[in-house]
């Protein structure tokens, strides 16, 4: 029993070596030697006698033996972890630490308010939310959930859908006053339209509505890759903007923007909450758990399950 004990040991930090790909950063996260890591590993290797990496000085890589061990000792180790909080959970209140990766657009004007519910109803658990634009490695960059627009490319990650977003077309008052109402999609073209700056398909907007699709190009003078600066430029009268509903509400509201073309919007983005693997710690599974009820119950956006 001692040495199946130290052989699971031994499992969980090659695991997690794989996970960071490297000794150093490994040891930091596990808060052990660095020689501890390669004992264990280089004992692991003996004990099943086949070499899980190979070792150079600039990198480390799996071997094809260590790619499949990788694999099974993964899904064993999140299986220990999930069964011990499980268990913990029972006699306590969820806490720990979530690393959580967002955009900042929808970081302020669409998670804070559930963020700060989720505060007050675990204040056991301490959120480090990134802000970054920038797509992450959950695993090897430490991050527990990253939550984005659209699809993720990293088809071995696992995706929980929180909400589904619709953008539209805002102005301000003044500029329509000035420039007059578009009543076809075809007359953007003759617009100042305000862009997110995505090559090509930043001078092209596709609208639908229930019986039409139009593909219409668009120029302006401002292409912006956040959301709120869209937003605020339409405000200050710099042209016809694409804005997610939820965003101009309040400006529209206030009488700061007005719908052009309400008939027409732009396809639903699905927002997703992505994690390494469905076996999710007590923590990390009431955090997803209470976004997603959030989002459904206290905001007027559809989500639409898993």
Avoid at 114 to 124: D, V
Avoid at 213 to 221: F, I, Q, S, Y
Avoid at 251 to 263: E, F, I, K, T, Y
Wanted: proline share 4%.
């Amino acid at each position: 029993m001692a040495e199946a004990r130290e052989q699971l040991r031994d499992m969980a930090v090659f695991v997690d070596l794989v996970n960071a790909m490297s000794f150093t950063r490994a040891a930091e996260r596990l808060g052990i030697p660095k020689s501890s890591v390669s004992r264990r590993v280089a004992q692991l290797e003996r004990v099943i006698g086949v070499r899980l990496l190979n070792r150079t000085t600039r990198r480390l890589e799996l071997t094809e033996a260590g790619a499949a061990y990788y694999g099974r000792c993964r899904e064993i180790v999140e299986a220990a972890e999930v069964a011990h909080e499980d268990l913990a959970d029972l006699v306590r209140a969820p806490r720990g630490h979530i690393r959580v990766s967002m955009l900042a657009d929808m970081a302020t004007d669409l998670f804070a308010p559930a963020l700060a519910a989720f505060a007050r109803q675990y204040p056991l658990v301490s959120l480090d939310i990134d802000l970054s634009p920038a797509r992450v490695n959950l695993l090897s960059d430490g991050f527990d959930v990253a939550i984005r627009a659209g699809t993720l490319e990293d088809s071995s990650m696992t995706a929980r859908r929180l909400a589904t977003l619709t953008a539209g077309l805002f102005a301000a008052p003044g500029y329509l006053a000035a420039q007059g109402m578009p009543v076809h999609p075809d007359d953007l073209a003759t617009h100042q339209c305000v862009r997110l700056p995505l090559g090509a398909a930043g001078n092209a907007w596709n609208l639908v509505r229930a019986d039409a699709t139009v593909t219409v190009a668009v120029t302006g003078a401002f292409a912006v890759n956040n959301m709120a600066m869209v937003l605020r430029l339409a405000e200050l009268g710099l042209g016809i903007a694409a804005i997610h509903e939820f965003m101009a509400a309040g400006a529209v509201a206030q009488g700061r923007l007005v719908r052009v073309l309400p008939d027409w919007a732009f396809r639903t983005t699905p927002i997703y909450a992505f994690t390494a693997t469905r076996l999710l710690p007590a923590k990390t599974r009431v955090f997803v758990d209470f976004l997603t009820a959030a989002l459904r119950t206290d905001l007027t956006i559809p989500a639409t399950g898993d």
